[in-house]
């Protein structure tokens, strides 16, 4: 069983990272979303975390120069960085049934009202304002700072200022790295990182490259328009993933 288990969370994993390689998010929302099925909550997240790491080093090395520092640095770090301490205090704290109940159900109507949007394939979709954009950062790096994949909600905000595909995929994924090695601290100095899951994450690293080379094959192939689509769809699936685990 055990052994069972193992390759199917090996195969969720390729599908996940193949997926964030294209789009530049999605690989722990979807993993967590399956993984649940299979192994505990607390214990997958710290694998997922050092896994994504790779991953998320590989496309900023590949991409650094397509990374908006602005957008990185001067909003979306700086607004997920007041939420992030808080999501890792709820981790160590509370049980998270309810707060995965909450995401979902945020998760599968946002997505569905950004598909809504983009029904008429000439509109353009503007950025957020102010008073929407920045608390679902903070929000964003709240929930971040509990599942390891506040990625939804960012999507939210960084999917509207940053239209370019590349620059998108490039910007979050150093988001994500940034954010995942604060995590990475946090379970060190929580004694969260054994053997155990040491071992599990090595497993998983053939699949994580096995991700990366479907997803660099997708990337080149999807044009904008099906780009944005494939977004919103992903967060819908794993909106629903979470809700009916």
Known sequence: MAEYSFVLLFLVVVLAFSI???????????????????FPLKELVPVLVMVGILQCLFLVVRGFRQINYRELFGRILLFCGLGLPVGIWFFRRFETEQLKLLLGAFIVVAAAAQ?????????????LPIWLGWPA???GGF???IFATGGPLVVLYAGRQLTDKSVFRAT???????LDLVLLVSFIWQDRITGANLKMAGILVPGLL???LAGELIHHRVNERIFRLAVYIVLLLTGVFILFR
Do not use: C, N
């Not at 598909?115 to 950025?127: N, Q, S, T, Y």
């Not at 979050?172 to 940034?178: D, I, M, P």
């Open 143 to 145: 929930i971040h700072g």
């Open 210 to 212: 096995l991700g990366i």
């Open 20 to 38: 964030q390689t294209t789009t530049g998010f999605g690989s722990t929302v979807i993993s967590l979303g399956l993984g649940i099925y299979l």
């Open 172 to 178: 979050l994924s150093a988001v994500w790295l940034l």
């Open 137 to 139: 950062l903070v929000l």
């Open 115 to 127: 598909l809504f949007a983009m029904r008429d394939k000439d509109a353009e979709l503007k950025p």
